[in-house]
């Protein structure tokens, strides 16, 4: 099944946007921050208070999170035969993978082990830069060869053997949740110690009382920002751009669908996604998408574009 992106095809950026309420009641727990706590501020036309319940950061893992099968230690289905690298340990047993990890491919377990298979793989694929300008479009492919998520997430290899720790890619697909018009909704509760209510609470004993706060809001909404002008800057080729494409849709598809559980007091439902940006297009439906990415995996490998294997294995040694 191939993917139609022809609306896609002058348009610097894909801009769309889910309309999000709480799956249950009205009361929803944002993300914290340390010493500031939920990251409320005053609305741009000064008119109410809006809210951070995701940030940039943690969308980012969160729609890589929906596209790995914990229990299958793989890709999801539609996914499988991408590209990635797998950390075993000194037993053989998985580590890690480049998917999972906070920094993905310049992980201190890929990077800084004495298996160094992918940094010898690195600094052959990316030799010649360690003066002048950073060559992006090679970064690119190697990345989409490597480990092909990593070039829609972003990623900065900070080793001084690869160009002088220069070698960095901007996300090509972020995104956020923001709430409007927002007021706190405080509660609490107690933490009860019937055997000794009274017991030294520095020790985990004794009743505690605590404060809680969550909130609710007018409107929820999650962002997503696709850049195809860096994608096409790449120049990477027809079969790499749709498979980029496609793999990012999905990923926003099956946050949305899947994903929405930010945390015990933030369960979330989407009403509705629509494209700001550009006029006429309408993202492929999840079953289209998860119908069309094996054929685009596939047809990319037979360009040459992936790596064989696929799975690039290595153990970690400190």
């Not at 992106?5 to 950026?13: G, I, K, Q, V, Y």
């Not at 944002?30 to 706590?37: C, Q, V």
């Not at 990345?143 to 290899?157: I, S």
């Not at 809680?212 to 751009?241: C, H, K, M, P, W």
């Amino acid at each position: 099944m191939s993917m139609h992106f022809d609306a896609l095809e002058t348009s610097p950026r894909l801009l769309m946007e889910a309309d999000l309420h709480p799956i249950q009641g009205t009361r929803f727990q944002p993300t914290g921050f340390p010493d500031l706590g939920a990251a409320e501020y005053p609305a741009p036309h000064g008119e109410g208070r809006m809210l951070l319940v995701e940030s940039a950061q943690s969308m980012a893992n969160r729609l890589e999170a929906v596209c790995w099968d914990p229990g299958e230690e793989d890709w999801v289905a539609p996914l499988r035969g991408l590209p990635y690298v797998r950390v075993k340990n000194a037993n053989g047993e998985l580590l890690t993978t480049s998917v999972l990890e906070a920094h993905r491919l310049n992980s201190p377990y890929i990077l800084e082990s004495k298996d160094t298979t992918v940094l010898d793989m690195l600094k052959a694929e990316l030799a010649g830069m360690e003066q002048g300008r950073v060559d992006i479009r090679k970064l690119a492919e190697t990345l989409v060869r490597v480990d092909t998520n990593a070039a829609l997430h972003g990623v900065f290899l900070a080793k001084k053997e690869l160009a002088g720790g220069r070698l960095r890619l901007p996300r090509v697909l972020s995104g956020f949740i923001e709430a409007e018009d927002v007021q706190v909704a405080p509660s609490g509760g107690v933490k009860v110690d019937s055997v000794d209510p009274s017991g030294d609470t520095s020790k985990g004993f004794g009743n505690v009382p605590y404060a809680r706060d969550e909130y609710v809001a007018s409107r929820i909404t999650a962002f997503f920002n696709l850049d195809l002008a860096q994608i096409r800057a790449f120049r990477l080729g027809e079969a790499a751009e749709q498979l980029l494409v496609a793999m990012a849709l999905f990923k926003i598809r099956r946050f949305l669908e899947v994903g929405l559980r930010l945390r015990t007091a933030c369960d979330l439902d989407c009403r509705a996604l629509r494209v700001n940006r550009p006029e006429g297009f309408n993202v492929p439906t999840l079953s289209e998408l998860e119908g069309a990415l094996p054929g685009l995996i596939e047809a990319a490998g037979r360009q040459g574009l992936l790596n064989e294997p696929r799975i690039t294995e290595v153990t970690y040694r400190k």
